[in-house]
Structures are given as structure tokens and as C-alpha cells.
């Protein structure tokens, strides 16, 4: 484990049982052995088709389900089965931001009902201590005049404000580190970029690092300082953000690099009837080989491990590297 990383996972695998025959139970692999670093003051944008494992591996993160196998290191303590009340205390470190604002948010409370909770529960601030930090949190997040919306309930307020809430919720316990599950992908495009601005100042202002999650390469190129790109459970390729947008190496992220709005990047990728990835446990060769235009039977019968190309920072698992 590196001594400079704040989150490390190691060969992280999460697998559910989706019936059988003969009572054997079948299971599938949405995470399948998955290894990343994220240091201090980090974000690292995962992003992939939907049914690519990108969620799985946050709820992991934040301990909303228990690995199968494989490690989380969290600031040196391994809380891979973390419970009771070392679990209580990682998760005042550890928070999550939701894909739904409104989904996110119980209709029937009030703002400051909703951020009261985590105080009190975390921080044990009563009274006027407790009321100030609600301010707080509204004026760090870009509610203002924080006295006005703090008595509002969740539909009295837009899209952009309910997910700034929903931040605010997060932030209410001092975390360190924010797993943001598609916070913008609800929103309207006109506000999206005032979202990951809010994101970025602050982990500026915090020192937070991120797990950014997102089916668009554009905003995990925009907001994240490395990349990591997922399909069928398993890493493509992972790298800074500029080189591998700049340079990418996998015939997966150059199929999302042609997809994403206002890119002057052409890819000749043909493409027949979109298939599921295989998900099965056992399964065998590479998860994109169904769909890549450079399949060989190495491909189909092999997965490939990570290779590093150009410099140590970046990291392709392909039989057939350009």
C-alpha cells in the first residue's frame, strides 16, 4: 500500500448470487478485482457505461455492502469488514453523494432537518452551536441567506439546490474523502459545471479527496485529476487525466472519447447490436472482447492484466496495446 494514499483498494471484488439450478446458486461479478489508489486531495473519476461496476465499487467504499474479496485501506486501517462502532467513526470520514437530489432527500423534513441529523449523531452540538453550524453548512454550499432556506422542504427548492443540500449533508460530519455517485447527471446542463465547481472548491477549502463517478468522460476529464475507465466489473485503463484523454490506449476509451459531445476525435469503431458484458462468475478473456474491432482468440480465452505504457502513471489492460 502506498504511505501516500489516503484510500487503497486492492483486487476489490463484489459478487451477488442470482439463482441457479439444482439449488447450486449462479453468481456475477459487477466488481471483479479491482485495485486503485486515491492520495490526499485527490479525485479520481471512474467512469464507464451503465452496468460497468461504477456504483458497485462506491456503496464498497463507503461500507454499504461487504466486499466478497479484497482489501480497503482507508488512511493506513484496513475496513474492509469494519462493524459496530469502527464503522460509525469511517463513515464520519467517508461520505456519499447521491445520483437523485430529490431521491436523496425525505419530502416531509425539512432542510434543517436534514442537517441537523448528522450533527447531532456525529458532532453532538445542541442548541445554538448546532443552529450556527446549519448556517454554516448553507453558506459554505451557496445557500443564501441560509435563514430563509433552512425552514423550506426539498420541493420548494430547484434541482441544483436540492443536490447543494445533499452536499451539505455530506460535509456535516468533517469527512475526508466523498464518493459523488453521478451528482450531475440529473441536473440541467445550464448548472452542471456550477456543481463540480462547488465540488472543487471544496476540496480546496476541506482538503477532501473524491471517487467521482460518471458515465461521461467530459466532466471525469474536467473535474478529475486521474481517470479510471471500467467495463464488465474491471479496469480498462487508468491514467491522468490529460494524457489519457490525450493519448488513450484501450479500444474502449477511444469508443467513449468518439461519444462525447463536441469531441473533434473520429474513431472507426464499428459497432453491431449493443450486448450486456458477461458478468458470470468464471468467466473468461477480456469483458470488451464482444465489442472490440481488435479481437484475436487471445482476447476471448484471456484477460488481460495492466500493463504500464508511455510513463508510470498510466496503465492499460489490452492484448493489443496501439
Known sequence: MSEQSLVDVQDLVVRFAVGGRGGKPRYITPVDNVSFQIGQREVLSV??????????????????????????????????????????????????????????????NTIEQHLKFPIRKHQ?????????????????????????VRYKYPHELSG??????????ALAVNPKFLVADEPISMLDVSIRADILELLNQLK????????????????????????????????MEIGESDELVRNPKHPYTHLLLAATPGTSTRRNLRETTIQAPNLFEGRKGCPFAHRCPKVTDVCRKTAPSLSTVDNDTHHVACHHID
Not at 128 to 147: F, H, M, Q, R, Y
Not at 160 to 169: F, K, N, P, S, T
Open 47 to 108: 467512469v464507464g457505461e451503465s452496468g460497468s461496476g461504477k456504483s458497485t465499487i462506491g456503496r464498497a467504499l463507503i461500507r454499504a455492502l461487504t466486499p466478497s474479496r479484497g482489501k480497503i485501506h482507508f488512511n493506513g486501517t484496513d475496513v474492509t469488514k469494519t462493524k459496530g462502532r469502527g464503522l460509525k467513526a469511517y463513515r464520519e470520514d467517508v461520505q456519499m453523494i447521491f445520483q437523485d437530489p430529490f431521491g436523496s432527500l425525505n419530502p416531509v
Open 124 to 148: 453532538h452540538l445542541t442548541g445554538s452551536k448546532l443552529s450556527d453550524k446549519v448556517e454554516e453548512l448553507l453558506t459554505v454550499v451557496g445557500l443564501t441567506p441560509a435563514n430563509e
Open 160 to 169: 441544483g439546490q436540492r443536490q447543494r443540500i445533499a452536499i451539505a449533508r
Open 204 to 235: 480546496e477549502n476541506f482538503d477532501l479527496s473524491y471517487l467521482y463517478i460518471t458515465h461521461d468522460l467530459a466532466s471525469a476529464h474536467y473535474f478529475g485529476d486521474r481517470i479510471m475507465v471500467l467495463y464488465g466489473g474491471r479496469v
